[in-house]
């Protein structure tokens, strides 16, 4: 048993989007404990303002054994009552998750018996450029190490298509990777010089 694996390709902090599972849909786990919906029921897809999603999941040992603390975070924009409507619904109800990190990874969390709860605070700030949002969460306890979701992601037919996203864009100084940002990223460069830059295909 080693840690010494060899890190290849890009590593991306951050949550690309979760997908979220009601208790009442839930029908159990299979022999990798990945969560079985119920025959008709799906899988919901979450997002959140860029950049806001967050997750951990910390560990804690005892001598009564191992359990884990999984948070996911998000921020959604501006009050409007459909909104409102929706999150209501959610307040207080327990949900299994599937995480989609920016590397790719689908990480679930929470299982029967040992789901996340959810919340979500209203705040409209006092200044104009303030965020008029919500602020959510998903929070349990759980004795169930995370899993690697493989399965097929069965979501409702009728959800919108998402925007198709580009590329990351790699950064070359003199020949030297200097920097890979994501589809939607930024890259920053202070100099009292003149660049001249070229966009290759």
Do not use: C, H
């Amino acid at each position: 048993m080693n840690l010494t694996f060899p890190v290849t390709g890009d590593n991306y902090g951050g949550v690309d989007r979760f997908w979220f599972a009601i208790e009442d849909d839930i029908a159990g786990v299979d022999e990798q404990g990945q969560v079985v919906l119920k025959e008709g029921k799906f899988w919901n897809l979450g997002r959140a303002v860029k950049y806001t999603l967050d997750f951990s999941n910390p560990q804690n040992t005892r001598r009564g054994g191992t359990t884990f603390r999984p948070v996911l975070r998000g921020l959604v924009k501006k009050y409007r009552p459909e909104l409102e409507e929706v999150l209501a619904a959610m307040r207080g109800e327990r949900f299994a998750l599937i995480v989609k990190d920016k590397n790719g990874y689908l990480i679930q969390v929470g299982r029967p018996g040992e789901l996340l709860t959810f919340t979500a605070d209203q705040a409209t700030g006092s200044m104009p450029y303030e965020g008029n949002q919500f602020a959510f969460s998903f929070r349990g306890e759980t004795s169930a190490k995370p899993v690697n979701y493989l399965s097929e992601i069965e979501v409702d037919p009728t959800t919108p298509a998402e925007p198709v996203e580009g590329s990351p864009v790699q950064i070359y100084l003199n020949g030297a990777l200097v920097a890979t940002v994501p589809s939607g990223g930024s890259f920053g460069i202070t100099t009292e010089f003149t660049l001249e830059y070229t966009i290759l295909p």
